[in-house]
């Protein structure tokens, strides 16, 4: 990952002068994280345009409040909890206007179903398996938008993007045992809506 002990020590450098008013300091670390940041951003919502908007709302927040860090974790922590609580807010927004997260919208504002798009591109490629795995797919977007956002979020951090229940936990201001028992029910969760499949 991106928290390396040597990128630890450069962070507490920069964060320092970021306290002290260093613009660059500061635009060192946005440079630094951009890309883990966007990456989760538009794994998270799925929108390119939503992705950016969290993006640029995540550091915006992060510049105003870097004053407030007291170095009790790392900034790669800090600002993936940045990250994670303002998709949590968007999610439940989404949730609450009920928008079908198998379509997403590009960079031009377009949308389209992701779903659709997932082909075969291998020579021979077979129609009907790849009906099947459109409707897989489908089954399987239904089963992670019937997760709570809390549940959905864990479940991706853990699975999507590979990280510990503790960095989770973390992030989400809550214990490892915590998001250790969200993840357990988000789990079953997907596990029942998907046992009709086997």
């Keep these: 990952m991106i928290s390396t002990p040597l990128s ?10 970021a306290q002290q008013g260093d613009r660059a300091a500061f635009e060192a670390l946005v440079r630094q994280y951009d890309q883990a940041v966007l990456r989760l951003a538009l794994h998270l919502t799925g929108s390119e345009a939503d992705a950016q908007d969290i993006y640029q709302e ?18 790669y922590t800090w600002i993936y909890r940045i990250v994670t609580n303002l998709c949590l807010d968007h999610l439940r927004r989404r949730q609450t206007r009920k928008e ?62 590979g990280l510990k229940l503790r960095t989770i936990g973390e992030m989400l201001n809550t214990t490892e045992e915590t998001a250790k028992n969200t993840l357990f029910r988000a789990t079953q969760k997907l596990r029942g809506a998907l046992a009709p499949m086997r």
Excluded: W
Aim: with cysteine.
């Design 8 to 17: 630890r020590v450069d962070d507490t450098d920069l964060i320092r002068q």
């Design 58 to 75: 995540a550091f915006l927040k992060a510049y105003r409040h870097v004053g407030n860090f007291r170095f009790e974790c790392s900034f």
């Design 100 to 161: 079908d997260a198998a379509v997403v919208t590009d960079s031009e504002g377009e949308e389209y179903s992701v779903i659709d798009n997932v082909a075969d591109e291998r020579a021979g490629a077979n129609p009907e398996r790849d009906l099947m795995r459109r409707e897989l797919g489908g089954k399987i977007a239904k089963a992670l938008n019937r997760l709570t956002p809390r549940e959905r979020m864990v479940f991706e951090l853990k699975h999507y993007q």
